[in-house]
């Protein structure tokens, strides 16, 4: 075996060892940061929002309200320029109930694309974003603050037609 061999064999050897002690490390370290904020984590993943969970978000007061919702969109997003026509019968729904309807948007953007109502409950897209896989993202928080259900992404019909529903109930 000639020199060189031996010495790209040891360089070999030696990025093995160093990759196999980088692994171990990430995994120790994410397995810790999984333990502290939760068991549904993944790696390099916080956790969503789901039900059960208080949600406190900054600016969501209720008033005379029992219920809120939050409606996380954005007017960069295809899901949510298909779902705009939901999202007008939500709005208007939710407002014949007294249901405020809250409205997260990336900074700088205007709520103006959704074609609502004028929205005067909007809330800061960075109190929200972490906990949010993408948009569209429906959220209903009881009086509590605690999350009742979510709906994530395009919904097929039979979703709209739930969630239309569930709003007209609302008291």
């Known amino acids: 075996m000639s020199r060189r061999s031996l010495l790209v064999i040891c360089r070999l050897a030696v990025l093995a060892g160093l990759t196999a002690a980088l692994y171990f490390l990430l ?15 993944t790696a390099l993943r916080f956790p969503r929002v789901r039900r059960g969970v208080k949600l406190d978000v900054d600016g969501v007061l209720f008033g005379n309200a029992s219920w809120a919702m939050i409606l996380v ?7 949510c320029q298909a779902s705009k026509s939901f999202h007008q019968a939500l709005a208007g729904t939710l407002a014949q109930r007294g249901v405020p309807l809250y409205v997260a948007l ?12 004028p929205v005067n409950h909007q809330i800061e897209w960075r109190s929200i974003k972490g906990i949010l896989r993408g948009t569209p993202t429906l959220i ?25 529903a569930m709003a007209r109930g609302l008291t």
């Open 106 to 117: 990336p900074y700088g953007a205007d709520s103006s694309f959704l074609d609502l109502p």
């Open 73 to 79: 969109t954005s007017p960069n997003c295809g899901y």
């Open 27 to 41: 995994n120790s370290v994410l397995g810790r940061v999984k333990q502290k904020i939760g068991p549904e984590a």
């Open 140 to 164: 209903l928080l009881d009086r509590s603050g605690f999350v009742k259900e979510v709906w994530e992404g395009l919904l097929q019909d039979s979703a709209v037609a739930e969630v239309l």
